[in-house]
Each structure stands twice: as C-alpha cells, then as structure tokens.
C-alpha cells in the first residue's frame, strides 16, 4: 500500500507521525510519502515538502501568502500523479488540506480526514466540503460525526489521539532533577505556540507576566522549544525581558507533570495540559482583522479545547486586549498556589479526560486508512 499525507504544523506533523507508524507496524512494506516534519520522518515518511515555513495564523496573514499556498497545492498535486498513492491522508491543517482534498479527490485518489474542520464551532459550510471530497471523516471529538454525518460525510469517532501519547515517560524526581527544577519553586511552564507569529506576539507579554509575578513569588520558568522555532529566537526575547527562563528540549509533559501551572497561547497543547491535571491560563492574540472576523463567524462561546470539552468555563481566556501581562499575572497567581481556586480546576479538568472517548484513536485511524484504500479498490 502507498499513502500520502499532507499535515502543515507541528500538531498535525505528530499526528500523522503516529498514524505512521501504526500503518507500518501493521505492514512492514508500506510506502509512506508527503508533506510533513521531523516527526515524519523519523517515522518512516519520505517528506517532499518540510512544514517549517508554514506556520501562517489567521485569517489575514493567510490572504497575503495565498500565491504561495496554490503553488504548493499544485506541487503537490503533481506529486499525486506522479506517485499514485493509494490513498491521501489529510491531518487538520483545514485552509490548505480542504483545497488539496479537492484536488486529489477529483483525479479518483480516496482521501481520509484526521483531525477535520471544526464545523460545530465555525464555518459549518465546510462540512458539506469534505462530505464531498472525502472518503472518510476520523472524528477526534464525540460531538463531531453527527455534524458530519448530518452533512452526508462518512464519519467516525475514533476517540481523542492525546489518550493514547499523554502521559509522562519519568518519574516526578527524574524530572525534578532532570530539568534542574527548584522544589522551593512555584513552577510555571510558558508554552507559547508553535508559530513564529505566535511567538513575536505573546511570549513578550508572557515574559512580562512572570517578571510581575517574581515580585511576590520565587518563580522558576521553563519553556520547551517547538521544533519549528529557532532557539536563538527565543533567546533573544527571553534576554531582552530580562527574567530567568530555562528552554528546555523534548519531555514536554514530563514538565507538566511537574509543573503548578502553565501560560498557553490558544491550541491543542490546552488540551494537552488538561488531560495531564495542570491548571492554565489560555492567552490569544491574532491582528484585528482576523479577531473581528472570528468573533462573526465561530459560533461557541470559548476558543479553547478544554472548554469547548467540557461544555463551561474550566480555564480562563485571555483574548486579544486581555491578554495583558497584568491580567495574564492576575490569573496565574490563584493557581500557583494551593488554594481553593487551584483545586477547583484540576477537579474540572479530571472531568474532560472522560468525555474524550477511550485510548485507541491511532490504531482506529490506521486501521479506517487501510479500509479506505480497499474499499476504492486500490
């Protein structure tokens, strides 16, 4: 069997390096090619475009690099025709993927989505989309096959892929000695995306929430480097706030273990960080533009995962003029302690793992992909 994927950030990178390597532990001769990172290709996937340089959010900033963005889509398409895979798997990544869907669905490839449009949020039009030019829809979320399936797509609930990959690898004492961690220390972990935008437009204003925050607290910060960030980019943000910041590499959820509290921009890592019990303050800043025309069109009360989950306020947002430094410090600081409003988070957050579905997702998406490609005769 011969599979392409196409993901475009480093959470769909992770994502289909999973789904890759269940292919190839089921089928030691598969042959896996497409768009993606180093995740990938450690997992055996021959990469015809690295995903450095796609990191673009919002809306605005995605209109000024859309010459770019049809090229790419016709690169790859060409790829199609010249490779002749089997099947197309497509992880999240929804502005570009639906556009390449499209394209590969129509020369009779069958193509599987993992980690689909948010449809039951915003842009429910999308779904008529895919229910046209997939194969198959692996739902990540409960809530999500019957609004695809409402829409004619072939939908199923796979479970949630964190169930199966978040969970710490040390002991609390390996990690506490591993990452140099301070037991005298509130520990605060600053994750503040994986985009470069994201990066140059909250990680100054975090940096300024923990120097408030020194004030009345001994504050030990770690900051684990995307890989598609340049650690001397962060470096530099980091020298000129003039706080201590240890950036650290991997073990990402060996230092939520072990973590009182987190500073997250808007994302899959909130999810992360609640299915691991640490309470968070989600930050969120986009240009106006794309804020203006967000709040138009998403039709949920709350952007961030664990909320949407558990269908309430379980951590706070900071959006766009909120997220201030200050109010970033105000927020953290019940939660750095051992209060009543720290216990009542970690209690909540308890609540979303359940509502995720079982452990599994990887194996049931591998397993619809194989499907998929049988059903189309392939």
Known sequence: MKVMFSAGEASGDVHAAAVARALRNADPSVEMFGMGGRAMAAAGVRLLRDIDDLGVIGIAEVVRRLPFFFRLRDELAAAVRHEGPDVLVCVDYPGFNMRLAHTVHAQGVPVVYYIAPTIWAW????????????DAVACIFPFEEAAYRAMGARATFVGHPLLDTVRPTRS?????????????????????GSRRQEIERLLPFMLEAVRMLGDGHEIQCFLP??????RERLDSLIAAAGVE??????GVYDLMQIADAALAASG?????AALMGLPTVL???VSPLTYWLGRRLVKTPYIGLPNIVAGRAVIPELLQGDATPARMAEELAPLLSDGVRRREMIAALGEIRTRLGTPGAVMRVAQLVRETAERAGR
């Open 245 to 250: 910041v240890t950036v650290t590499e991997g």
């Open 268 to 272: 899959t890592v909130t999810l992360e």
């Open 172 to 192: 609390v004492e390996a990690a506490m000695r591993d990452f140099g961690a301070r037991a005298s220390a509130r520990r605060l972990l600053l994750l503040p």
């Open 283 to 285: 930050v969120y800043r």
């Open 123 to 134: 842009h429910e039009s999308r779904g008529h989309a895919i229910a046209r030019d997939t």
């Open 225 to 230: 480097r995307a890989t598609t960030i340049a």
